[in-house]
């Protein structure tokens, strides 16, 4: 553990500097985001998913040594926050007065709604939730993400589910602090340190997940507005990312730094991952236990199980991906 400060690491980036590699990650992108290969049974949509080969998959399955299981969600709020001025809705439909205590068959039954896209629950982005100059991922118009749906970038590209080995790289224990504060960002120096000091190497198809400590700073201080104030990575890490063919990223955070260091860019991770490179993301997840998990355990990858919701036309879902070490 280093216990290095990391802002001063990671200067603010200028809009050319962003838009110059921007254009880089989309130009790499691009080829297989049309070619169908991989077995792309979705004319080529799938993104970095492409690199989540049969293959790989399948050798995922011998990460699994322990036979234990670990939630990556957090648990759905219902109670108004700093962070989560709009929580989920939950609320019983039944059984109706008086039915509880008559003879025969009832049912408990209940109704659940969310903003998918907050900043407290765990979610998934689909490919078609980022806009960036009136294009979606892969060249597809703006047009495409109607008021109703959105069409060829939604959630049913991943109906099967996203299942592959997945490398948490703690970044908090790589610095020698809980949590990182809200402002700093993870580099790509970070992330190869803490494959080094973690003794793991992330690699194509992986689902490579950074943790933060945002979830450990809000349960021991308390919710703040992280729409305003939060760590994450700094863009200038993404072609980490391009580089080791990542299939999916997931934060405990948002994945990205709050206030942003791209002026005029306030989510340039999202920008570059889901619009530009087609990878997506996994926001908000909870990562203690896993943490303490692979600690123990002496190792950092692990299987990792993604069911989406079956929601056609969605951008994004509420996720409860597994980790099996």
């Known amino acids: 553990m280093t216990g290095r400060p990391g802002p001063a690491a990671a200067p603010p980036m200028s809009a050319a500097d962003f838009r110059t590699l921007y254009e880089r990650l989309r130009r790499t992108a691009r080829p297989a985001a049309h070619d169908g290969a991989g077995g792309d049974t979705h ?30 969600a957090a648990p759905i709020e219902t109670r108004p926050g700093p962070d989560n001025p709009e929580p989920a809705r939950h609320r019983m439909t039944g059984p109706a007065p008086g039915e509880a205590r008559a003879g025969g068959v009832h049912f408990a039954v209940d109704r659940f709604a969310m903003n998918v896209h907050g900043d407290a629950d765990s979610h998934l982005d689909a490919l078609g939730h980022v806009l960036y100059d009136g294009e979606l991922y892969g060249g597809v118009p703006a047009g495409d993400a109607t008021a109703a749906a959105v069409r ?32 700093d960002h993870v580099t790509a120096q970070d992330l190869t340190a803490a494959e080094t000091a973690q003794g793991v190497r992330v690699g194509p198809g992986d689902l490579l997940l950074v943790r933060v400590g945002h979830r ?71 990562f203690e236990e896993l943490a303490e998990a692979c600690a123990q355990a002496g190792r950092w990858s692990f299987l990792c199980v993604v069911a989406p919701l079956r929601l056609p036309g969605a951008t994004g879902c509420p996720v409860n991906p597994l980790a099996v070490l």
């Open 152 to 183: 060829s970038l939604s959630l049913d590209l991943v109906r099967e589910g996203v299942v592959g080995r997945g490398v948490l790289l703690d970044v908090p224990r790589l610095r020698g602090v809980p949590w990182l504060e809200p402002g």
């Open 43 to 72: 004319g080529g949509r799938r993104g970095a998913l492409r690199h989540l080969t049969p293959a790989r998959v399948a050798a995922a399955a011998a990460e699994v040594r322990l036979g234990r299981t670990v939630s990556l």
């Open 216 to 286: 450990r700073r809000r349960g021991q201080l308390g919710a703040w507005e992280a729409a305003r104030a939060r760590a994450g990575l700094h863009p200038r890490a993404m072609p980490f990312l391009a580089e080791r063919e990542v299939a999916v990223l997931g934060g405990d955070g948002n994945n990205d730094t709050a206030p942003s260091a791209v002026a005029g860019v306030a989510f340039p991770v999202h920008v570059l991952a889901v619009q530009a490179m087609g990878v997506h993301l996994m926001d908000y997840l909870q």
